[in-house]
C-alpha cells in the first residue's frame, strides 16, 4: 500500500494498467504523524480513493485531523479539530495535465504529504477559538477570565465622557 518510512506515499502503479473506472481505497488512520516542515497531527482518519480515468488516475481525499492551536481569545493551547476535503488528477501525459499541474510519476507512487499538509493547514481557522463562549484575558492584568474572575472594575470609563454622563443622571 505505502512506504513504511513515509505512509502517505501511496503506490498506485497497479491501477495504471487496470480498466477505466478501477477505483480502490486507501484507509487512514494514524495516531500522530508528521507531515514536514511544520505540521504535526493527531488521530488522522478517512481515506484516498484513486479512480483510473482514460487521462490518468483521479485521487479523492476525505480525511479528519486534530492539531495543537493557540486560542485567539484566551491564548491556551486547545485541540482544533480539521478537515481536507480534495480531488486532484494524476496525469498520465503532459497533455492531459490539469491546472494543478500534477504528472503521474514513472515509479507509479503519489506522495500526499505535500498536499495534505497544505489542505489542512488552509482549514485552520484565522481566529481559532478554544470554545464558543470563551471569555478571553482581562484587558488590564491579562488574566483567564474563563478561570478566575478579574478584579477590575467591570466598566472603565473615559474621564472624557464624565460631562456627557452627567446628561444621562
Known amino acids: 500500500m505505502s512506504d513504511a518510512n513515509n505512509p502517505l506515499i501511496l503506490n498506485v502503479g497497479f ?3 487496470q480498466s477505466i473506472g478501477y477505483i480502490r481505497e486507501f484507509p487512514f488512520e494514524f495516531e500522530t504523524i508528521n507531515l514536514p516542515p511544520d505540521t504535526k497531527l493527531q488521530n488522522l482518519n478517512g481515506f484516498v480513493r484513486v479512480t483510473r480515468t482514460a487521462q490518468g488516475l483521479l485521487v479523492e481525499v476525505k480525511m479528519t485531523a486534530e492539531m495543537i492551536a493557540e ?12 478537515e481536507a476535503d480534495f480531488m486532484d488528477l494524476y496525469a498520465f501525459t503532459r497533455s492531459s495535465v490539469s491546472e494543478l499541474g500534477l504528472l503521474l510519476p514513472e515509479n507509479g507512487t503519489i506522495n500526499l504529504g505535500p498536499i495534505l499538509r497544505d489542505e489542512m493547514r488552509l482549514s485552520i481557522p484565522i481566529n481559532p477559538v478554544c470554545r ?6 482581562c484587558q488590564m492584568c491579562g488574566a483567564n477570565l474563563n478561570e478566575e474572575i478579574c478584579q477590575h ?5 473615559d474621564p472624557r465622557m464624565d460631562q456627557l454622563r452627567s446628561f444621562l443622571d
Open 132 to 137: 464558543a463562549d470563551c471569555k478571553g484575558l
Open 153 to 157: 472594575l467591570q466598566e472603565e470609563t
Open 15 to 17: 491501477i495504471v494498467h
Open 71 to 82: 486560542c485567539g481569545r484566551c491564548l491556551t493551547e486547545f485541540q482544533q479539530a480539521l
